[in-house]
């Protein structure tokens, strides 16, 4: 089977079908499927795909205990360097990362690591296969601030060596940005998020909930009060951007924040829910990343006609090819170069989204050809709602609340990339706190330098 070219194909939802309902879109592999993917994986010796995956995941070892049939074995070795695999298998961009790196795809298609897995960690939770915790505790205690993939990821990794670590989560729920940004299609709550959660509470961790950092006690308080030895800041960046162009103010003007909180965290999608959310008969989700593609599609399954609008081109849309193509299956309409001026609205509420035509022209700071605008093209697109997603910015509660921590001037933490030290002695950050809206898997990644930072840290100290 190494020869294949050919990945094994994943079975999905029908597009027309699941437009229609939350559930989830993909369906992963069975055993004889996952048997028969790893089969093609080559074995490299320099296994560039490990060099590839931002928490360093033994990615030739599970997949060689997948060839074995031991998949306990498998998640075991993904278990040394990931704490949340289920939720990586599906929203991790492999294909940007370890798959982008794979020896396998110079000829042929790369080996689908995400799917196998996903696989592996779906196994485990559906045979309640523990994870592995430290034979004793060290004694020093470690604060970690926020629930999402940094928070979760370095608490894993401080518990597996014996720290008592408690984690403080400011909402009702735990998980962070992957119970409130990204919806159950992609990402079910009960089914992989919570259990993946408890597997992490198996190791030990403690978790407390409704505990706003600034407000309810502050770093300070938690070092000097409460004996935490260290903290950890994984609180993420939940303060949306805006274009800052005339009508956005109107009835009908979302952040994407808000409007995926509303509908995954406050379950307004269910019927036996309050929570109002505007679904909306024709909606504009300005930007192209991956949580307007959520956006659009949440909004595509709410009964709307949906138009994403980027400025750039289709090729830089900077989205997962796989949640373009699943957007486009679905019926979502894409306004490629195309750029939002103004929102038309009438007796404060949206009645449309005036656009401008743009063109590549020459490259910016970044590589990319800037969008240039095209003399008089401008257009209105009819919508009654229009979501924003141009991307967060850290709150700046934490950082303002907390003697001697050093921000830079978007407000994100100053953190130390390899450890993630910040300026105030004990103190770590990682994720979105300290980078600004990034992926699951890059978050998760600065977790577990956190993790290492704390423990040379408390070893030395």
Known sequence: MANVLER??????????????????????????????ASRCIGCKNAHCVQGCPVGIN??????????GNIEEAYKIIGQSSALPAVCGRVCPQESQCEGRCIRGIKGDPIAIGKLERFVADYALENDIKPAGPEEKNGHKVAIIGSGPAGLTCAGDLAKLGYDVTVFEALHELGGVLVYGIPEFRLPKQKVVAKEINKVKELGVKFETNVVIGKSTTIDQLIEEEGFEA??????????????????????????????????????????YDTPIVGGKKVAVVGGGNVAMDAARTALRLGAEVHVVYRRSEEELPARVEEVHHAKEEGVIFDVLTNPVEIVEE????????????????????GRRRPVAVPDSEFVIDVDTVIMSLGTSPNPLISSTTEGL????????????????????????GGDAVTGAATVILAMGAGRAGARGIHEYLSNK
């Open 8 to 37: 094994v194909p994943v079975r999905e939802q029908d597009a027309k079908v699941r437009a229609t309902n939350f559930e989830e879109v993909c369906h992963g592999y069975n055993m004889e499927e996952a048997l028969c993917e």
């Open 59 to 68: 990615i030739p070892g599970f997949i060689g205990a997948i060839k074995e």
């Open 231 to 272: 903290v950890f800041i994984g609180s993420g960046a939940g303060l949306p951007k805006f274009m800052g162009i005339p009508g956005e103010n109107a009835n009908g003007v979302f952040s994407a924040n808000e409007y995926l909180t509303r509908s995954n965290l406050m379950k307004a999608t269910d019927e036996s």
């Open 347 to 366: 007796d404060g509420w949206v009645k449309g989204i005036k656009c401008v035509r743009m063109e590549l022209g020459e490259a910016d700071e970044s």
């Open 406 to 429: 050093e921000v830079n001037k978007w407000k994100c933490i100053v953190a130390d990339e390899e450890f993630g030290k910040t300026s105030k002695e004990g103190v770590y950050a």
